[in-house]
């Protein structure tokens, strides 16, 4: 289980980057989720199984989002270690923020919320869901 479970946050992660979208208050929202995060859980839901949920010191992680819309990410999950590079565009209209990878190009939508210091991030993928909780520094 462990194994699946790292292949599947090692995928969601690859997939995890972002593009733009233009007005006023979608600018403003770039500036305050501007900065660096840290991973502090990522939930885990696989049809008919109860949730996985991670912690430090099995899922660590740093994430840094520009108002440029650009995003780095590192994430570490039971010691398998992923990095990426890419954009993301949020759509506060939907709550969501679409992540795409430099060198894939893969787009991956999430819906979010944002508090001004949290950020919590869901992918729902056919095979699972993946709920990760981002803390501000």
Request: hydrophobic letters at 35%; glycine letters at 8%; one cysteine or more.
């Amino acid at each position: 289980t462990k194994v699946f479970c790292v292949g599947a946050l090692c995928l969601i992660s690859l997939l995890m980057c972002g593009c733009g979208d233009d007005g006023d208050d979608t600018e403003s929202l770039y500036e305050d989720l501007a900065g660096t995060y840290r991973l502090i859980r990522a939930e885990l839901t696989f049809p008919n199984r109860p949730k996985m949920a991670l912690e430090v010191p099995d899922a660590t992680g740093i994430m840094e989002l520009s108002s440029s819309r650009r995003v780095a990410q590192t994430v570490t999950v039971l010691g398998v270690t992923i990095q990426m590079t890419g954009t993301y565009e949020v759509h506060p209209e939907s709550r969501e923020i679409l992540f795409t990878n430099d060198p894939g190009g893969i787009i991956s939508r999430a819906t979010y919320t944002w508090d001004g210091k949290t950020l919590t991030t869901t992918v729902q993928t056919a095979n699972f869901t993946e709920k990760d909780t981002w803390r501000k520094q």
